[in-house]
C-alpha cells in the first residue's frame, strides 16, 4: 500500500525517520512552471505578455491561486479570443487583476450573479451538499436550480457526482466555499442556515441521531441557542459513547459557550450543571486529570452542584476534584473531598457515591503510603461496582471505576510485598481495559500498569505495556499518559544501555507532564532520572533530583516512595564515601518502610543496609537483619530482589 499524505509546514509528523518514510518538500512554483501553468489552463492559447506578468508576481508560485487569477482573467471580459491566442482589447486597467485569492474567487462569483445565490446556499451546507437538500432548501423551480447547478459545475468552481436527484457537489476547494459563504449577509445566513437545519429534520431524520454536531452546527449560525443546546447535548455523549474523547469535550464546550446566552435560570443552571459535569470528565482524558482547564470546569461544576441542592447522580463531581487535586499535590485537600463524598454516599445510601469514594480514597492513601488503608477501600470499590447499574459511571467519570481500582490495588499490593498477586492482577485487567474499548480507561490501566512494572525491574513487560500506552495516547490525544509513556520508554533505553537516548526521552517527558502544574508522581520520575544520573556517573545531579523529590514528598504528603527515595540517596552517598550517612539513611527507610507496612520496601532497605554492614564486617549483625523480612516473602511470592537476598544471605551463612 502507498500511503500519500500532504500537510502544511507548521505540522509536525511524528512518522519522520522511519525508513519506509520519504518526505518531498513541494515547495511553490517557480517562474517557469508558472507561465506553463497559466497557459495550460488557457487551452493552449498564448495570453498577452503583460497579463502573464501579473498573474505570475501576484500569484506568488501559489498553485491554486494561479489557476483562479488565470480563470478570472478569462472570464473578465477584458480579453478577445484570436485562433490561438488571447488579445486585449485596451490597456490593462489598473487593479484588473485581484491581488488576494479571496479576492479573486469573490469576482467569479459575482460574475456568475444569477446563480451566485445557488452557491452561497451550497455553502451554508458546507463542503458539499445533496441535490435533494438544496432543492428544500432555495426555493427555486427545478430545472432554474438544475440550470444554475450546471453553470457552477461548468465553471469547475463546483464538482458533480451523479445525477439530479441523487447529484452530490463538492465545492473545488475549502476556500471556494468560504468566498461563496462570507458574502451572505448575517441575517440572511441565520435564516438560511434554519431553513437548512429544519429541512435536514424533515427529509433526513437518520441523521439526527448519526449526525448531532451537523444540526448543533446549523441551529448555532441560525441563533437558535435552545435547539443548538440540544444537540451539542447529544453530539457530545455520542462522541463519548464511541470514545472519541478530544471531540466531546469540544462539543461540550461549545453547549456552554451556548448556554451563556440564555437567561439564568434554575433550568439553564441544571442545564450548565450537565454540560459542566460532562466537560470535565472528558478534559481529565483530553487535557490531563491535572491540568487548569480541568480544574476550571470542576470547580464551576460544583458551585452549581452545590447552589442546586448537590444532586445524587452528580456525585462524579466531587470525585473529579478530589483526582483534580490529587493530581496538583494537594493530597490533603483530596482526602478530605472523599470523605465528604462517603459521608453523602452513605447518608443517601447511594451505591454509585460510595463505589466513587472508596476508589478516590483508595487511590489517595496510596499514594499518601497508607497501603493497608489503600487495599481495603480499592477492594471494598471492587466489591461494591455492580457491571450493570453502574455503567453509567464510565461516562460520568470519564474512566471506568473497576479497571481503575484494580490497577490501583496492584500497585498497593506491590508496596505491601505481594508482587505475585500485584503482576497478576495487572495482567487481567489489561484485557480487560482492552474489551470496554474505552481508550482513556485503557490508557489509564497501561500507564499504572506500566509503573507497578517499572518497580519490579520486568523489562520485558514493560517494553510491550509502553508501546500500547504510547499508541493509545498518541492516537486519542491524551497528553498526560503520552508524557507518562515517553518517561517508561526513556528508562527502557537507558536499561537497554543507551544513556543519552534514555535521559532525553525522561527529561523531556518529565517536562512534559509537569508542564501543566502536575506534582503528582514527580518523585517517582525524579527518582528514575536519579537512577539513570548514577549509571551515568553524575552522583551530584542524581542527588539533587532525590533532594527535590524529597522536597516534594514533605511539600504535598505524597510519601508512598519515600522509603525508597531515601534508600538511593544513601546508595548515592555511598558511593562518596559517606558511609555513616548512607546508613542513616537506610535505617529512615527502613523505619519508613516498618511504619507503612511496606513489606517490598522494607525488604530492600534491609538489603541495602545488610550489605553495608557485611562491608563493615558486621554479618551477623547483618544476617539478623534480614533474614526475618526474607523469611515474610517465603510463602511461594516471586520477586528478582528475592534472589537477590538469598544469594545475600547465603553469603552471610
Not at 429534520?201 to 449560525?221: K, M, V
Not at 455503567?391 to 474512566?399: E, K
Request: glycine share 8%; net charge negative.
Amino acid at each position: 500500500m502507498l500511503l500519500l499524505v500532504t500537510f502544511r509546514p507548521e505540522f509536525q509528523p511524528p512518522w519522520t525517520g522511519e525508513p519506509n518514510v520519504t518526505m518531498l518538500v513541494l515547495n511553490r512554483l517557480d517562474q517557469h512552471s508558472r507561465t506553463a501553468l497559466v497557459r495550460q489552463i488557457a487551452g493552449g492559447k498564448t495570453l498577452p505578455d503583460d497579463v502573464v506578468a501579473q498573474i505570475v508576481e501576484r500569484t506568488d508560485g501559489v498553485p491554486l491561486f494561479i489557476e483562479e487569477l488565470t480563470k478570472s482573467v478569462l472570464e473578465s471580459g477584458l480579453l478577445r479570443e484570436e485562433e490561438g491566442r488571447y488579445a486585449l482589447d485596451g490597456p490593462l486597467p489598473p487593479l484588473a487583476i485581484p491581488t488576494s485569492l479571496h479576492a479573486s474567487l469573490m469576482a467569479r462569483l459575482d460574475r456568475l450573479a444569477p446563480v451566485r445565490h445557488v452557491a452561497q446556499i451550497g455553502a451554508a451546507f458546507g463542503r458539499w451538499f445533496r441535490y435533494t437538500s438544496i432543492r428544500a432548501v432555495c426555493g427555486l423551480p427545478e430545472d432554474e436550480l438544475q440550470a444554475s447547478l450546471a453553470r457552477l459545475v461548468a465553471s469547475e468552481l463546483v464538482f458533480q457526482n451523479g445525477t439530479p436527484p441523487d447529484a452530490i457537489y463538492t465545492f473545488k476547494h475549502a476556500l471556494v466555499q468560504d468566498a461563496a459563504y462570507t458574502s451572505l449577509l448575517r441575517t440572511t445566513r441565520q435564516e438560511l442556515h434554519r431553513r437548512i437545519a429544519e429541512a435536514l429534520e424533515s427529509l433526513s431524520p437518520e441523521l439526527i441521531d448519526s449526525q448531532p454536531e451537523l444540526f448543533a452546527r446549523h441551529y448555532t449560525e441560525a441563533g437558535l441557542v435552545e435547539k443548538s443546546v440540544f444537540y451539542l447535548n447529544k453530539a457530545g455523549h455520542k462522541s463519548v459513547a464511541r470514545a472519541a474523547i478530544v471531540e466531546a469535550a469540544a462539543h461540550f464546550q461549545k453547549g456552554l459557550d451556548q448556554l451563556a446566552l440564555l437567561p439564568n435560570r434554575p433550568e439553564r443552571q441544571r442545564q450548565e450543571l450537565e454540560f459542566c459535569s460532562a466537560l470535565s470528565a472528558a478534559l481529565r482524558a483530553a487535557k490531563g486529570q491535572g491540568a487548569p482547564e480541568t480544574g476550571h470546569a470542576y470547580a464551576r461544576a460544583r458551585v452549581l452542584w452545590e447552589r442546586l441542592g448537590s444532586p445524587s447522580e452528580f456525585l462524579q463531581i466531587p470525585y473529579g476534584q478530589s483526582r483534580y487535586y490529587a493530581h496538583r499535590g494537594e493530597l490533603d485537600l483530596a482526602q478530605r473531598l472523599d470523605e465528604d463524598l462517603l459521608y453523602l454516599g452513605r447518608q443517601r445510601n447511594d451505591t454509585a457515591g460510595l463505589v466513587l469514594g472508596h476508589l478516590s480514597s483508595g487511590v489517595n492513601l496510596m499514594f499518601a503510603g497508607r497501603f493497608a488503608a489503600s487495599r481495603s477501600h480499592l477492594e471494598t470499590a471492587l466489591a461494591r461496582y455492580d457491571r450493570i447499574s453502574h455503567r453509567p459511571l464510565i461516562l460520568h467519570t470519564g474512566a471506568h471505576p473497576h479497571v481503575f481500582a484494580q490497577a490501583y490495588l496492584g500497585n498497593a499490593l506491590l508496596c505491601l510485598g505481594f508482587p505475585d498477586q500485584a503482576l497478576a492482577l495487572s495482567n487481567a485487567n489489561i484485557p480487560e481495559a482492552t474489551r470496554l474499548a474505552h481508550p482513556p480507561s485503557l490508557a489509564g490501566a497501561l500507564a499504572i500498569g506500566a509503573r507497578l512494572l517499572s518497580l519490579l525491574g520486568d523489562d520485558a513487560a514493560l517494553d510491550d505495556w509502553v508501546k500500547q500506552l504510547v499508541t493509545v495516547a498518541t492516537e486519542q490525544g491524551f497528553p498526560h499518559w503520552r508524557a507518562q509513556g515517553e518517561i517508561y520508554r526513556g528508562w527502557l533505553e537507558i536499561k537497554n544501555g543507551d544513556v543519552a537516548e534514555g535521559m532525553s526521552l525522561l527529561r523531556s517527558g518529565s517536562a512534559v507532564y509537569r508542564a501543566r502544574g502536575v506534582e503528582l508522581l514527580v518523585p517517582h520520575y525524579n527518582d528514575l532520572l536519579a537512577a539513570t544520573c548514577k549509571i551515568a556517573g553524575q552522583v551530584e545531579e542524581g542527588l539533587t533530583l532525590l533532594d527535590d523529590a524529597l522536597q516534594i514528598v514533605e511539600r504535598t504528603g505524597e510519601r508512598w516512595l519515600a522509603a525508597e527515595l531515601n534508600r538511593h540517596k544513601g546508595q548515592l552517598l555511598l558511593r562518596q564515601g559517606h558511609t555513616q550517612t548512607a546508613e542513616a539513611l537506610y535505617r529512615k527507610a527502613l523505619s519508613i518502610a516498618e511504619e507503612q507496612e511496606a513489606k517490598l520496601w522494607e525488604l530492600r532497605a534491609a538489603a541495602s543496609l545488610a550489605r553495608l554492614w557485611r562491608e563493615q564486617g558486621r554479618r551477623a549483625e547483618a544476617r539478623d537483619l534480614l533474614a526475618p523480612i526474607y523469611g515474610w516473602f517465603t510463602e511461594g511470592f516471586g520477586t528478582p530482589d528475592l534472589k537477590e537476598v538469598k544469594a545475600l544471605l547465603d553469603e552471610l551463612g
